[in-house]
Nanobody, 126 residues
Framework: QVHLVESGGGLVQGGGSLRLSCVAF????????MGWFRQPPGKEREFVAA????????AYTDSVKGRFTISRDNTKNTVYLQMNNLKPEDTAVYYC???????????????????WGQGTQVTVSS
């Protein structure tokens, strides 16, 4: 079982930027697709972005396209989420997770992913 640890969250004004990191311990992630999800207050967890095992393919939910960028460094067993032009509606706990059955296919359903981290809080003020 892989253990994921997210970091980089915080409080930021609207229009600002944050870079989230997700480090994996226990096993390599280099053969797995990875995803970022978020859970706004009082709402269900939702898909944000995903990346294939080698970074060659990425996918985003419509609301973050053009503002967020997912990337990975397999030498560091780390996945990143660069978030620019943040909006109050981006406020949520952000989680990373690995897709144990996919290297290339990018899936948005929560149930496809396992090894969830503890999450990192992102709060965007207006």
């Amino acid at each position: 079982q892989v253990h994921l640890v997210e970091s980089g969250g915080g409080l930021v004004q609207g229009g600002g930027s944050l870079r989230l990191s997700c480090v994996a311990f226990g096993r390599t992630l280099s053969n797995r697709a990875m995803g970022w999800f978020r859970q706004p207050p009082g709402k269900e967890r939702e898909f944000v972005a995903a990346i294939s095992w080698n970074g060659g393919s990425t996918a985003y939910t419509d609301s973050v396209k053009g503002r967020f960028t997912i990337s990975r460094d397999n030498t560091k067993n780390t996945v990143y989420l660069q978030m620019n032009n943040l909006k109050p509606e981006d406020t949520a706990v952000y989680y990373c997770a690995s897709d144990p059955k996919s290297s290339f296919l990018l899936r948005s359903g929560v149930d496809y992913y396992d090894s969830w981290g503890q999450g990192t809080q992102v709060t965007v003020s207006s």
